[in-house]
């Protein structure tokens, strides 16, 4: 990876989802310069209902891809767009790749009507609600820890000018005492599906210098920067509902993806240095804290506040908003930049950070993906 | 590719997208015996607008994959998962990948709303009217040559169970005489948007061994054939309209296509033993001779009804429907089976053929694919 643009999380507005995914993709390929014929894939990651747009925005930019197509996999869209990419290039049919994010708050993506084993569930705030009843039930975890977790993520999301909730100043008691959605869960630790968009250009490590040297001396402020992506794991363990409620608590699908990336990058988890967890819920991110394994299984609520790993800099979906098909690149944008000493988001590390990791769960973890990436 | 099935097109049903592609992908994996927790990626290729398909459909397939998503981009939506798992595959991330294509007669692909160069020509029939009348002028092409390749066609459909044409019985005359539907595009020269499914199982080279004992031997009639996947080709020149008049007449995307699958392959054309060409129509179907390298340049007319190649054995878009993401998937199933002895379709060789090619188009052909296959 050698460059990543992120931009405004909105509401919604009346903007087409070609023009909002234009605007990271533009904004990517002025910052780093990179020359639009040396471009070999154009992948989408949305859930939109709008046809051929990776095509379209590939000829709006410039491009003349090899391959083009759009992916989606609900709120993993994201990063099974960079795991394809990855593929295309260690396969060798592709030498470069931009990935481009891009939703509308309307997207086919809130709708989940296929799956009729959710039932009367097919809203993801039951699955929320669920998973943080079990928890509380089952491990102890407080009312208090799971809440603070939002209230973390408010506070970060503060310092991003990309995120919905930037001028949100959210305290313990507030969250505590929002209104209550569906018994345990609370209005104020759940995200909002939004619109945004966000974009990668990934490379062929051992092209490096070749497509640096093609960036033109004129283009000063023009530069790639390499991360690695080191650890890859992808895991999808069912889709109905039951089976995803003893998956989250068993041997579920990103504690699988976890074990994947881990043994792909040669690293463990005291490694780590900052995080990336999909906390749509916040019961989800202690969840991640302990299928990451920086927390043992139960053990995730006493994991929050901690200071050893920075987490959800960028103030996670619950700070940042939900666009779908974009938050497993955004995820990794802010990877990119905390890695590289871009960004100056809410970090606790007293170090550089070396070693970041992605979680990204879609359809109440019932797919899970895992990504290391390293500077 | 160790196997390939294709069910019954349909005008359209009430049956829901999931029941659709189930068809195939039970069929397929029944009569591979390929054993389900062997599967390390689903991906699913529709222009539908439901979401999560290809987890839902491992679920009900006992599949727990590695990789699951979904990819789509219009009429070459197919042909771009097969690569695509074919990436995943040759970069090591897995070692076989079911690939299924399932498309509603209602898909959300017969909608082109989104660019908005094509102006008032945003249905396809424009572009095959402009295609063919070009053609005509500038290289002299026959009415009678363009729509013969429609009879052609309808007649090998009457001998493919699964083509919704199967029962029509269309002459020269007829398809003279039939309605013109855009100057001097008629009626029977064009395809119809169908319902249908298709799947393909692939695997790496190297396992071929290992996955054939793993079928157990009590699956008597189960039977993994090897067909290579030798060249890829894909490439996407634009996506606006006036580009696409200037590009199919050019150095286009499928000649593009065509030249890097040939020198991936190590082929050249006068190898091909039987092609499946984009016949979406008629017209088509002879810029496809011609961007195959069949035939020179605007001599495409004088090669239909030649007895070199064996063409749209199974009677091509026109004859069997076009199921918008399943074509492709379609395509690479005929010319297996045709590989592997399995079709007693209309073939006139008199060889058996070791050399097959799929030449399937998006959006006017401004998105190309070209898979080159050897048994």
Redesign the interface.
């Known amino acids: 990876m050698v460059g990543g643009v992120t931009c405004e999380f909105r509401k919604g507005t009346d903007r087409?989802?070609?023009h909002i995914a234009l605007e990271s993709a533009l904004k990517l390929l002025k910052d780093t310069g990179f020359p639009r014929n040396f471009i070999d894939a154009?992948i989408v990651s949305s859930?939109s209902?709008?046809?051929?747009?990776?095509?379209?925005i590939?000829?709006i930019v410039g491009v003349?891809?090899?391959?083009?197509?759009?992916?989606?996999?609900?709120c993993n869209?994201g990063t099974?767009a960079i795991?394809?990419a990855?593929?295309?290039?260690?396969?060798?049919?592709c030498d470069s790749a931009l990935i481009i994010g891009a939703e509308k708050s309307n997207t086919?993506?809130k709708?989940?009507?296929?799956?009729f084993s959710r039932g009367q569930y097919n809203h993801p705030i039951f699955w929320g609600s669920i998973f943080k009843k079990i928890h509380m039930k089952k491990y102890g975890s407080t009312e208090e820890q799971i809440c603070q977790i939002a209230v973390n993520n408010y506070i970060k999301a503060r310092s991003n000018k990309n995120a919905i909730n930037r001028s949100n100043s959210v305290n313990l008691q507030q969250v505590l005492n929002s209104r209550v959605l569906i018994e345990p869960l609370k209005l104020l630790e759940c995200c909002s599906i939004c619109e945004g968009s966000s974009s990668i250009l990934l490379i062929a490590d051992e092209k490096f210098s070749f497509f640096k040297s093609k960036i033109t001396s004129n283009k000063r402020n023009c530069e790639l920067i390499p991360v690695l992506i080191k650890g890859?794991?992808?895991?999808?363990?069912?889709?109905?509902f039951s089976?995803a409620i003893t998956d989250i608590f068993a041997e579920g699908s990103a504690r699988m993806a976890a074990q994947?990336a881990y043994k792909m990058a040669r690293i463990s988890p005291k490694d780590v240095d900052i995080a990336e967890i999909h906390d749509a819920f916040s019961i989800l991110e202690i969840l991640g804290y302990e299928d990451l394994g920086f927390a043992n299984k139960g053990e995730g609520g006493t994991f929050v506040n901690q200071n050893k790993i920075s987490i959800n800099s960028r103030g996670g979906i619950i700070g940042c908003g939900h666009p779908i098909g974009v938050t497993g690149i955004a995820q990794a944008v802010e990877i990119f930049e905390q890695l590289v000493g871009k960004q100056g988001h809410n970090s606790k590390l007293n170090r550089s950070p070396n070693v970041g990791i992605v979680h990204n769960l879609?359809?109440a973890g019932?797919?899970g993906t895992v990504l290391i990436m390293e500077s």
């Not at 209902?49 to 379209?56: E, K, M």
């Not at 003349?64 to 609900?74: A, E, F």
């Open positions: 087409d989802i070609v154009v859930c209902p709008d046809q051929y747009l990776s095509s379209i590939a000829e003349k891809p090899k391959i083009s197509h759009r992916i989606d996999n609900l869209s099974n795991i394809s990855f593929s295309y290039i260690a396969s060798g049919l086919l993506g709708v989940f009507s296929t799956d890859i794991g992808q895991q999808t363990n069912c889709a109905s089976n994947q879609a359809a019932t797919s």
